[in-house]
């Protein structure tokens, strides 16, 4: 299993990180967990086409993981023909109607598709990459997940629970993918000051993950606000008590990318949680071996 960070940015425009998105190779698959903006150029510097990528799943709906899937599955519509495979969309309440709000016969892009299906060009573009007219309409199906379970997909699976974020108008879900005896734990956003640390559930989720990465964004660092440092410590005492092998972090906002502050939160993680710990930076990419 192979990991890579295309978002790892926040919600404010950035030139140097795009929003939310981590992409997984797993058990011949190529896994998106949330495609926030920017991140669809990222998937590209990876190496990656969009017709190459065969699972989605969204964490939430807020626009920093979402919004970059518009222009995934336009354009991996756009680029196929009759033998590539639909590209499954898995996703919190509401996945379903995001979707068919862009991409349905009333949608947003209703006009481009009626072209794009309709006009002679451009059924004569999609009978180039070997489709057989007439265009047939965007596969706009969801699979909409409620509550923690598990989806198995032969070579490997995926877990999920709740996490606190924005509750009750948002419904949001930390992942953990397992492949070949390695696990990957995306915690997603989560309040990070919850009396008593993480969640019971995201806890034994995130237990013996060789990767956790997990969520620093807005959180109290200095010492006299009364959350303390509630995004440091709240990361160090899931990783040390789940007994993860590698942190890494997330979801940076500018206030938290600069002037010593990187080294200031590390340091603090560092008085936990004694296993390494990495600054995450967009396109970083982490083997995870197979156990032999």
């Not at 573009?125 to 047939?136: D, I, L």
């Not at 997909?153 to 490997?156: A, I």
């Not at 007994?243 to 940076?252: D, E, I, K, S, Y």
């Given at each position: 299993?192979?990991?890579t960070l295309l978002g790892t940015g926040s919600p404010l425009p950035s030139l140097r990180r795009a929003s939310s998105s981590y992409l997984v190779e797993a058990g011949g698959d190529?896994?998106?967990?949330?495609?926030?903006?920017?991140?669809?150029?990222?998937?590209?510097?990876?190496?990656?086409?969009?017709?190459?990528?065969?699972?989605?799943?969204?964490?939430h709906l807020h626009f920093d993981h979402c919004a970059d899937l518009i222009r995934l599955f336009h354009h991996r519509w756009d680029a196929s023909g009759d033998n590539t495979p639909p590209m499954r969309i898995h996703g919190p309440d509401g996945s379903q109607e995001f979707v068919d709000r862009v991409f349905g016969p009333q949608g947003a892009f209703s006009r481009d598709l009626v072209s794009r299906?309709?006009?002679?060009?451009s059924v004569g573009?999609?009978?180039?990459?070997?489709?057989?007219?007439?265009?047939?309409w965007p596969d706009t199906r969801v699979t909409e997940l409620r509550g923690a379970g598990a989806l198995e997909?032969?070579?490997?699976r995926i877990l999920r629970c709740e996490v606190p974020h924005y509750q009750p108008y948002l419904d949001s879900f930390a992942y953990r993918i397992e492949a070949g005896g390695k696990s990957f734990v995306y915690t997603s956003d989560v309040n990070l000051a919850l009396p008593g640390g993480a969640p019971p559930a995201l806890l034994e989720l995130a237990r013996g993950a060789d990767l956790l990465v997990h969520y620093l964004n807005a959180f109290a660092f200095e010492a006299n606000h009364p959350g303390g440092l509630a995004g440091p410590r709240f990361a160090a005492q899931l990783a040390?008590?789940?007994?993860?092998?590698?942190?890494?972090?997330?979801?940076?906002?500018?206030?938290i990318d600069s002037g010593g502050m990187p080294e200031r939160i590390l340091a603090e993680i560092g008085k936990t949680y004694s296993g390494r710990t990495v600054w995450g930076e967009d396109l970083m990419s982490f083997d995870l071996q197979a156990a032999a």
């Open positions: 299993m192979k990991v190529v896994i998106l967990i949330d495609h926030g903006p920017g991140a669809f150029q990222r998937l590209m510097q990876a190496g990656k086409k969009a017709t190459d990528v065969t699972q989605v799943f969204l964490s299906t309709q006009h002679p060009l573009a999609y009978r180039e990459r070997g489709g057989t007219p007439p265009r047939p997909f032969g070579d490997w040390r008590d789940a007994g993860v092998g590698m942190l890494v972090t997330t979801h940076h906002g500018p206030w």
